[in-house]
């Protein structure tokens, strides 16, 4: 069985690059916040087939990496699972759902941290998450746009050895969703001892176009279909069929992935890293698959990269097109990311909880627009970043202060199209090892800053 991502790679002397094939299956209609670590104060520490359709016999344990549904290490209850919408593409091709009351789903790893990897949408339930028998935490795994292969909850901070996750359905819903809402779970795959992700929409301002692009606000892709008012439904996907049209993302961490789709008119993209060898990327697939990684590059060294991708003009013999998709992309980082509710960070003022009108890292936000809210967060480490949204609505000042003596003040407002959802907003390195705060004031009125998530690394 498959525990890993396997598609055809290239080794460059700047890390291991992986230009990823495969198509899709028959096309349907889309069907499905969370948090994570816990402990305060927080301490920095350092993705083939899938056949079965039920339980998976729950008989081996897993070790550091992703580990898919169908593994051995993975136990869902017999008769409770159904797979999930084939128009998307999933971890490994496939994921499985489950609507039923008490429905399990197991999964036993030897390490010290493990990621759940599920799917996010307007259909999304609550369950509940527990390792070893210990206190359960509930994931909400409601939001409004679709979000597939998407961090739903880490747990870290466990003592090295054998443990033990549980996901259990509980068949109750976000008070904002629908009364149509069906209250589903998804269980996509699992990453034992897992880095830093943050999910960057193609509206990033780290992301840069030239020449002719337009944009796909369908709901299918990641962030598309939703919008936050008064904003402009900028959210979705880039496409071109330009020959020579460009992307180019600067970006600081240890692997990056594009994620596009794959169809029976897409063409074949170059990449570059780097400005080392390119590879051509062929996004053909005989039916139409959504939120498709296509490519990645892992083993990066820990600093700035840029990543390049060209429209070719040229295609697959049976492809019926050139078109080249920029849904999004997935960039690694080490240490640890606790996210907007761990006790660590301690909010004063006026604060919005769990909002999930977004791309969230792990599915919610906290959010101001009020002057002289608060959030200060204890830390463990010598480098600390906050992770959070810059755009026109979200374009709060905010002050920065590390120990109580300020640092600087930002302007987070960015002009439309730009957004950025779970974008590295301030990082302060060598900082003396030890306990910190670092502390941020909203400075604005009637305009928001955002707090998603922050990054501690020793």
Known sequence: MKRHMTCFGVLLLAGTLISCGGGGDSPSTPASPASSNGGSPANGTDPGNKTNPESNG???VATPGRVE????????????????????????????????????????FTGSSVRWIGG???QGGIALVSVDGGPAKRVDTFARPYEIHTPMITIDGLTAGPHTLTIKVTGEKNPEAHADNQAIVMVDAFDVDPPIVSHLQETDPDVVYSGSWTH??????SGGGVRSAPDPAFGGARFTTTTGSKVTLTFRGTSIT???GRSFDHGIALVTLDGGAPTDVDTYGPATKFQEVVFAAAGLADAK????????????????GTKIVVDAFDVTSLGRRVQEDDPAIIYTGTWTRHNVNRVWNEGACNTTPVAGSKATFTFTGSSVSWIGCQKSSCGGTARISIDGAFVKEIHNFRPEPIEA?????FRADGLTPGQHTLTIQQMSTNSYIVVDAFDVRP
């Open 421 to 425: 959802f779970q974008h590295e907003i």
């Open 258 to 260: 594009w994620q596009s």
């Open 120 to 122: 996010r949408n307007d």
């Open 305 to 320: 990269h840029t990543l390049t991708i060209e429209a070719t003009g040229r295609k697959n013999p049976a492809s019926s």
């Open 216 to 221: 796909d606000d369908n709901a299918h892709w």
């Open 69 to 108: 549904e169908t593994d051995a290490a993975v136990s869902l209850s017999p008769g409770d699972w159904s797979p999930t919408d084939e128009n998307f593409a999933w971890s490994g091709g496939t994921a499985m759902q489950s609507k039923v009351i008490g429905a399990t789903a197991t999964f036993t």
């Open 58 to 60: 729950g008989g081996s």
